[in-house]
């Protein structure tokens, strides 16, 4: 992902909404002129602002873009040239995990790192990398259904860690 995906995402948002610079920046604990220069990429949005615009709107986009910021790129982009109708990503996303999962059967995953050969870490590479796209299309159908049927991205993902809590998964 390339760096600066934060102030699109942010600029989509307040289109969507109507909110003027003085109101986002209220949202976002700073002027609104501070997010006129985030928008226009005369200025790095701060963690602190990316947190507070983020949760004030709860938009999946938005958080997606703040993580990709923070995380340096590391974090599933997002995908602004495609069609983002919940259907178009639902076939996108299925499609996605079947490539996963067809590879699945050719990984040789009982090997070791030290056991594989070339052609082995190839297909282990091109696993992952599979593996990488349907993380994307996961991340953007929950963004699509929750912002298609209001449910909240922050609430959704409150609600998966305490379940995997409940189940021992994390501490």
């Excluded at 040789?108 to 599979?130: H, Y």
Aim: hydrophobic share 45%.
């Amino acid at each position: 992902m390339a760096i600066g995906q934060f102030p699109g995402a942010l600029e989509e948002v307040l289109k969507r909404t109507g909110d003027t610079l003085a109101q986002a920046g209220k949202a976002a604990n700073v002027d609104g002129s501070q997010v006129g220069k985030i928008i226009k990429g005369s200025r790095k949005a701060s963690e602190p602002v990316m947190r507070a615009a983020a949760q004030h709107y709860d938009d999946g986009q938005l958080y997606i873009a703040a993580a990709g910021e923070v995380t340096g790129g590391a974090f599933a982009p997002w995908l602004n040239n495609m069609d983002l109708h919940r259907a178009s990503v639902l076939f996108k996303t299925v499609e996605e995990m079947k490539e996963v999962l067809a590879l699945t059967n050719e990984a040789p995953i009982s090997k070791t790192a030290d056991q594989l050969t070339e052609s082995d870490r190839q297909i282990m590479k091109r696993l992952l990398m599979e593996t990488v796209e349907a993380i994307t299309a996961l991340t953007h159908f929950a963004a699509v259904l929750c912002k298609e049927y209001s449910f909240s991205w922050l609430a959704t993902w409150k609600e998966h860690r305490a379940d995997l809590k409940a189940k021992k998964y994390m501490k």
